[in-house]
């Protein structure tokens, strides 16, 4: 009997350990997530760069968390649309028979996009075509950044976890209205203008 009653007592002995393990994985793994989150969270900056045969509005992820950018919204001025071919083919194409796109190719990127820590992605990419016109090819030129000094992007992103962040926002309006002025001015090369921003700041 008193045997009986010795197997009884380890029995629970065993399960109360077990039970304690399982807690205290549970726990430990609460904490790692959390200590995680705080320290892995993504850090967008924006990316804009001028060159000959390219102009390029990216997004770069700066901090170890992993970034995935959900939703994209453009905006020309105060009109708002929710692809860039859109606003592209109506303020740069359409209203434009001899304009922007007889100099440049809108090469279109997929979304969702997926940012791993330092990795970056295109929101906007453009591809100067082959001229051999010169003339014609700085006034496209002039034509694109024009359009760009009043294009604004908002985007909404979050990280493995599916944490809630604020939307960010890509306003770098004076930026291309800089080079814009630098034409305008007689520089006949910006060749590898770049810029770079926080967008949370």
Avoid: C
Avoid at 97 to 126: E, F, T, W
Avoid at 175 to 198: C, H, M, P, V
């Amino acid at each position: 009997m008193e045997l009986v009653r010795i197997e009884i007592v380890l029995s629970v002995l065993v399960a109360m350990s077990a039970l304690a393990s399982v807690l205290l994985t549970v726990i430990s793994l609460k904490v790692q997530r959390d200590y995680q989150l705080k320290i892995a969270k993504p850090l967008p900056r924006t990316i804009s760069l001028v060159r000959i045969d390219k102009a390029r509005i990216g997004i770069i992820d700066k901090e170890p968390g992993t970034m995935l950018i959900k939703s994209i919204k453009y905006f020309f001025n105060d009109e708002e649309f929710e692809k860039f071919h859109q606003l592209w083919q109506k303020h740069f194409a359409f209203n434009h028979p001899d304009g922007v796109h007889k100099g440049y190719r809108l090469i279109r990127q997929p979304l969702p996009a997926i940012l791993m820590p330092g990795s970056s992605v295109s929101i906007i990419l453009l591809e100067a075509k082959q001229m051999d016109d010169l003339d014609a090819y700085f006034e496209r030129r002039l034509m694109l950044l024009e359009g760009l000094s009043q294009l604004r992007i908002e985007y909404t992103y979050t990280d493995i976890y599916d944490s809630k962040f604020p939307s960010a926002s890509i306003d770098n309006r004076g930026f291309f209205k800089r080079k814009l002025q630098e034409l305008k001015e007689g520089a006949t090369y910006i060749d590898n203008s770049f810029s770079e921003t926080n967008d949370m700041e």
